[in-house]
T-cell receptor, first 115, second 116 residues
Framework: KNQVEQSPQSLIILEGKNCTLQCNYTVSPFSNLRWYKQDTGRGPVSLTIMTFSENTKSNGRYTATLDADTKQSSLHITASQLSDSASYICVVSAAAGGSQGNLIFGKGTKLSVKP | EAGVAQSPRYKIIEKRQSVAFWCNPISGHATLYWYQQILGQGPKLLIQFQNNGVVDDSQLPKDRFSAERLKGVDSTLKIQPAKLEDSAVYLC??????????????FGPGTRLTVL
């Protein structure tokens, strides 16, 4: 069964600190993995998208890694800011080729950054 | 570039009532998705349209939910009659359907439905 599991479920950190969110998946065939940020009351916004051949991708203070062998991904946030408080959702696309793909969503990690 | 638009943003109804949500995708995007996101969970795909045809509606509760995409542009999602467990955020997303970002999805702000 295709699944995406994220940890921790929630996380509280102090402003300026770094943190790492984890994503483990059992999805086949794998097409790509993306991390979304979802602010409260908003729709998810894409942070990074990685294909099988990519093992790291950065977007400002966000750096995502992908280990396709162990089927693990992480999202590292550097020098956190209050505006980073949000849910971070890991999403894996289950199809390859030209189809639209079947996206499997994790439940998200809720990050709270405190001053 | 304008994003995905949804309305209303919030809706409160009583159980057994009907409700409809509207979505206007990004101009030119061929594929449109409706998701249901229950509090504390990730989004769950309800239905996917390619232009005005249905690609996947396997998780749509068809006894009460219906959706259409008129002329392959705007879409409406209807619930009739609503149940308490339908309380959730309903997200609309669209994607261009072209390589290489063929399934990069852009989400709207969502409609928060509360069923009393």
């Amino acid at each position: 069964k295709n699944q995406v599991e994220q940890s921790p479920q929630s996380l509280i950190i102090l402003e300026g600190k770094n943190c790492t969110l984890q994503c483990n998946y059992t999805v086949s065939p794998f097409s790509n993995l993306r991390w979304y940020k979802q602010d409260t009351g908003r729709g998810p916004v894409s942070l990074t998208i990685m294909t099988f051949s990519e093992n790291t991708k950065s977007n400002g203070r966000y750096t995502a890694t992908l280990d396709a062998d162990t089927k693990q991904s992480s999202l590292h946030i550097t020098a956190s800011q209050l505006s980073d408080s949000a849910s971070y959702i890991c999403v894996v696309s289950a199809a390859a080729g030209g189809s639209q793909g079947n996206l499997i969503f994790g439940k998200g990690t809720k990050l709270s950054v405190k001053p | 570039e304008a994003g995905v638009a949804q309305s209303p943003r919030y809706k409160i109804i009583e159980k057994r009532q009907s409700v409809a949500f509207w979505c206007n995708p990004i101009s030119g995007h061929a594929t449109l998705y409706w998701y249901q996101q229950i509090l504390g969970q990730g989004p769950k795909l309800l239905i996917q349209f390619q232009n005005n045809g249905v690609v996947d509606d396997s998780q749509l509760p068809k006894d009460r939910f219906s959706a259409e995409r008129l002329k392959g542009v705007d879409s409406t999602l209807k619930i009739q009659p609503a149940k308490l467990e339908d309380s959730a955020v309903y997200l609309c997303a669209s994607s261009a359907g072209t390589f290489p970002s063929y399934n990069e999805q852009f989400f709207g702000p969502g409609t928060r439905l509360t069923v009393l």
